[in-house]
């Protein structure tokens, strides 16, 4: 029997009209408007792409938009500048600086300047120390995207077996807390581990985030397992995911899609922390 398609798409606009709903109730609470600030440095047009998209969800929920745009030649200082700006004006709930940055700026650097209840993308360093503290604060947006499908699906996860496959800032390290905060035992693997398949065949819940087209075949899958395909890659067959879908949909009890799973997902969740950090910043 072919696993169950987890609906990334569906999700998404259930969390995105939740989102709305939370907009309408903020202002109503407080008089105050939630508002997101894109900083995007030079014209890269992926970026863009990425910046036009986050803007439009946006608009969609009632989330002001407070954009920036600079141009590629600018100096790290100028940015800096910019940030600490955007820290202090009580209009903006959530900065998010597009990545990567021109090669003369320093992206890690200039990420950590952001005032920490204004980190949507949840990558600075005080950030980082809450979620592994396990403390209140804003989570990295795709890896929350990841365990809301899990909630949605009602996956079973404590006690657990998950198996992360990719070790990046982004998602694979995020996710090792997120998951040991719902009580799953968790076994991170990357490049350099041996017996990759073997590894991930013990998985109840397998999350596959590296970059490597198709990495992962049936033999890596257990019988009856989550699998949750979190890779982007394009190829001459079209957009494909580390997971080969249709060998594995056939072993696999629930499957995310690429497209369709988990892509939706992170800005549905940057939408979600923007008015979260709203609510971080109101007075006590």
């Known amino acids: ?63 002001a938009d407070h954009h920036r745009h600079l141009p590629a030649d600018v100096s790290q200082d100028e940015v800096v500048a910019l940030l600490q700006e955007l820290n202090v004006d009580p209009t903006v709930s959530g900065i998010l600086l597009q990545l990567p940055v021109p090669a003369q700026l320093d992206g890690a650097a200039l990420t950590g300047m952001i005032a920490p209840d204004k980190d949507v993308d949840g990558l600075t360093p005080i950030s980082v120390g809450r979620l592994v503290r396990g403390t209140p604060g804003l989570r990295p947006c795709t890896p929350s995207g990841v365990m809301e499908l899990l909630r949605r699906y009602e996956v079973a996860l404590e006690g657990a077996e998950a198996v992360i496959v990719g070790r990046s800032d982004l998602v694979g390290k995020p996710l090792v807390h997120l998951l040991l905060a719902a009580n799953a035992t968790v076994t991170i693997c990357h490049s350099r581990t041996r017996d990759l398949p073997a590894v ?42 580390d997971v080969d879908f249709e060998a594995v949909r056939e072993i696999a009890g629930l499957i995310t899609p690429v497209p369709g799973g988990v892509g939706p997902m992170t800005i549905a969740m940057l939408l979600r922390n923007t008015v979260s950090a709203a609510k971080l910043q109101l007075p006590v």
């Open 1 to 63: 029997m072919s696993a169950t398609i987890i609906d990334g798409r569906a999700v998404a606009q259930e969390v995105r009209a939740q989102v709305a709903r939370d907009v309408v109730a903020f202002v109503e609470e407080t008089g105050l408007t939630p508002g997101l600030a894109t900083v995007l440095v030079g014209d890269d047009p992926a970026s863009a792409i990425y910046v036009a998209s986050k803007r439009k969800a946006c608009e969609e929920v009632g989330i």
């Open 200 to 241: 991930c065949a013990r998985a109840d819940v397998l999350v596959a985030a590296v970059g490597v087209p198709r990495l992962l075949g049936a033999d890596a899958v257990k019988p009856g397992a989550t699998v949750i395909d979190v890779g982007v890659n394009r190829t001459d067959d079209g957009l494909v995911g």
